[in-house]
């Protein structure tokens, strides 16, 4: 029995999927080219062609998957099997699964049919987007432990280590916006944020530099990269992998990026509004479309702003790594408990202080 | 768990823990494949560690005694290939000083430019690498542009960008093309504003700062001890430099200063570095300036390599081209030892001749053997992390420490 439920479900997973999978991991192995190209001065990747026609280096990423599929599946001798094989799959799964509780637009009744455009609307979105990336420090630690490597040994332990320590830092820094918003469902955050003055970012700026400092940290990139430091421990975790668990590792940390920059529109900058315009108004200004129509119109254009903030945060996050040095371990280790952790817990007691005495009226 | 809380429990008698042995490198992205480091590690902090050079040995003293002395310039390319033209200027005069005459004003004037365009090169390579290897490969590709412009002069000059192969026994190969110093005023303008970036792209930069802060530092007296120079000696306060101490070609009358650090971590001597770039182009400018008009070669075909015009027109160029080419130059037997400023420190050449035509033993002093072997020194019980930048700031060329 196929239910108008079911459809939109499947659709709204084959959405989600072609978004991060399909669209933005090997869009942002390109824009990684591209944009480190532009700040590097240089003209970046556009050798990779059919027939002369190299689409600005667009099917760099296409030769890549070709070639690395065709590699070698490689297991170094003395390696858990295994376990060398799961560490991959415990890496990537988690960083998708995250995005189910991501809202990528709002609720609209299309056709008597109300459609809400999230995955999963969970009463505990928040909480189930770090219960399941801390799920994503295993495989790591399991590809470092799995792989009989002294360098992977010490890239999972550095991994372990940071990984752990900035979940803890990230869940405090996000605690704040939970008493302001009072809730825990991140559908309830975004609707919450149609009014331009309830964005997260507009009182709680440093929780979001916080939030995306941890969250760049989680997923280990520039500056935060100790567990693959190229010049110290060769690859780091990933270093006796090979063909397509390589890739899985590779794609893993571009839909990680995907994520944080989703938890950061839905939680800090207002989902898929547009400042100053509010749902009901968008619908009467598409009011040509017919009542339908309008609907439509309004879910397309929520989920290309959607779609555009998380660009601009992907851009960011790409200009950190292209700027930044590395840290050193302990420096890491020093940022995350003794800075970021006093100043999330600082920051949640000023919230909490100012929504006590009325200073921030909670919408 | 109530194991471990149990009284007189003694984590370290009942745990069994050891130090784990790392072999770091020869294939390792930090070392080049030039270099091997043999750590004992606990946890992340070194215990022990045992550098193993020899990797890029390639008999560069032995095959120095098989070629004739003007023959050995191409070898001599590839000690320290980041400063190639360097390298040529220290075994010229070393075999100068042999025979006893001194180039004429013109020759000395192109030989410090060739060679200080050669000490940018190495600098451009060396900071733009520690960059690199910290993670900021930005910084890293503003210095390799930085480089080639570098390159592109002294491709001019000589023909060759990497191996220079510019300076002859007697004299140099080419004088300066035609619009030479318009050019490196240009290219000097543009690496002016390169080298603001870089700066302000790192040293504005706390986390470069605090990787680079003391980390691998050596006291003075160490320092000296263990037969430091250049960048890495003046980083610890001692302006030592062959340039001013024992000043060679037209060193003593040219305006530069000799910038010192105080501490001698790796900070110090990336800012040793980073100034020594500046100085470099102060010493340039003057140079291109002050340069006379004159020959570039001795006038002596005994001891240059003369000219087709001369070799057809002049009797004696004639025979000595072939006794030359054929014998190789009968440079008076006696030894020798001359040092120059390299890029990474002092670069000494010591030469015996037996009066053949070629040299009897060519030994030649790389700064970065005594910097390499303070290794240990540097990084026991730092991090492991400490290592790169150290190693970087050493700057160990293969080519140079092993020959």
């Known amino acids: 029995m196929i239910s108008p439920e079911l459809i939109e479900t499947a659709a709204k997973i084959i959405f989600v999927f072609a978004l991060t999978l399909g669209f933005f991991a090997p869009v942002l192995g390109w824009v990684e080219r591209k944009q480190s190209a532009v700040m590097q001065d240089r003209i970046g990747a556009n050798r990779a062609g059919v027939f002369g026609f190299t689409v600005i280096g667009l099917l760099h990423s296409l030769a890549d998957a070709i070639k690395l599929v065709f590699k070698e599946d490689f297991t170094p001798r003395g390696a858990e099997k295994a376990l060398h094989t799961l560490a991959p799959v415990m890496a990537v799964i988690p960083a998708l699964i995250a995005f189910a509780v991501i809202p990528f637009g709002g609720q609209y009744t299309l056709w008597g049919h109300r459609v809400n455009l999230v995955v999963a609307d969970l009463d505990v979105g928040l909480l189930f987007v770090f219960a399941i990336s801390s799920i994503s420090t295993y495989g790591v630690v399991i590809a470092g432990w799995a792989s009989n490597n002294n360098w992977s040994l010490l890239g999972g332990l550095r991994a372990s280590a940071q990984m752990f320590s900035y979940e803890v830092a990230m869940g405090l820094t996000v605690i704040a916006l939970v008493m302001y918003y009072q809730s825990l469902s991140l559908v309830e955050i975004v609707a919450k944020q149609e009014n331009f003055w309830h964005w997260g970012i507009v009182w709680h700026w440093p929780a979001f530099l916080l939030f995306f400092s941890c969250a760049i940290a989680e997923n280990k990139r520039v500056p935060f990269d100790a567990p693959e430091a190229e010049s110290e421990l060769v690859a780091g975790y990933f270093t006796e992998y090979s063909g397509m668990k390589f890739v899985m590792f590779w794609a893993a940390e571009f839909i990680e990026m995907v994520t944080i920059a989703g938890m950061c529109v839905a939680l800090f900058l207002g989902g898929h509004h547009i400042p100053f315009v509010t749902q009901a108004g968008l619908a009467e200004a598409l009011g040509a479309f017919g009542p339908n129509g309008a609907q439509v119109a309004a879910m397309l254009i929520g989920v290309g702003v959607f779609v555009f903030k998380l660009i601009l945060l992907l851009a960011l996050q790409m200009a950190v790594r292209w700027t930044l040095p590395r840290f050193r371990y302990d420096q890491i280790m020093k940022l995350g408990w003794k800075m970021i952790l006093p100043l999330s817990l600082a920051w949640i007691s000023l919230t909490g202080a100012a929504i006590l005495a009325g200073v921030m009226p909670r919408p | ?403």
């Open chain 2, 1 to 403: 768990m109530s194991e471990l809380i149990r009284p007189g429990y003694d984590f370290h008698k009942e745990t069994h823990t050891e130090p784990m042995v790392i072999n770091m490198g020869p294939s390792h992205p930090a070392t080049h494949g030039t270099v091997r480091f043999f750590l004992t590690l606990d946890g992340e902090i070194i215990e022990q560690i045992e550098v193993e050079i020899g990797y890029l040995h390639r008999a560069f003293e032995k095959e120095c005694e098989n070629q004739f002395w003007n023959g050995v310039f191409p070898y001599t390319d590839r000690l320290d290939y980041t400063a190639a033209a360097l390298n040529n200027v220290g075994y010229a005069l070393a075999a100068e000083k042999l025979i006893g005459i001194t180039v004429p004003e013109r020759c000395q004037y192109l030989r410090v430019i060739a060679g200080e365009l050669a000490r940018l090169s190495g600098h451009y390579t060396n900071l733009g690498a520690a960059a690199l290897e910290l993670g900021a490969l930005t910084a890293f590709i503003y210095f390799v542009e930085a480089r080639e412009l570098v390159w592109d002069l002294i491709e001019s000059l000589c023909g060759a960008r990497l191996t220079h192969n510019y300076v002859r026994i007697g004299g140099v190969t080419a004088d300066l093309p035609e619009g030479f110093a318009e050019h490196a005023r240009e290219v000097f303008r543009r690496n002016r504003e390169l080298w603001d970036d870089f700066a302000k792209l790192l040293l504005k930069n706390r986390i470069f700062l605090d990787r680079m802060r003391a980390t691998g530092g050596i006291s003075r007296q160490d320092a000296i001890e263990w037969g430091f120079t250049g960048p890495c000696l003046r980083a610890c306060g001692v302006p030592y430099d062959v340039r001013r101490a024992q000043p060679y070609l037209v060193y003593g009358q040219l305006d530069f200063d000799i910038p010192v650090g105080e501490t001698g971590d790796n900070l110090d001597r990336f800012l040793v570095r980073l100034e020594e770039i500046n100085q470099s182009i102060r010493i340039l400018e003057q140079c291109l300036e002050r340069i006379p008009p004159g020959p570039i070669n001795v006038d002596n075909p005994e001891w240059r390599q003369p000219s087709k015009d001369d070799i057809h027109r002049d009797m004696e160029s004639m025979i000595f081209h072939f006794k030359n080419t054929f014998e190789g130059q009968k440079i008076p037997a006696g030894e020798v030892y001359q040092a120059i400023e390299g890029a990474n420190g002092e670069l000494g050449f010591y030469l015996v001749s037996s009066g053949a035509g070629k040299p009897l033993k060519c030994r030649v002093r790389p700064p970065c053997f005594a910097l390499t072997s303070a290794m240990p020194l540097m990084v026991k019980g730092a991090f492991l992390a400490d290592l790169i930048p150290t190693f970087d700031m050493i700057n160990l060329i293969g080519g140079e420490c092993d020959r």
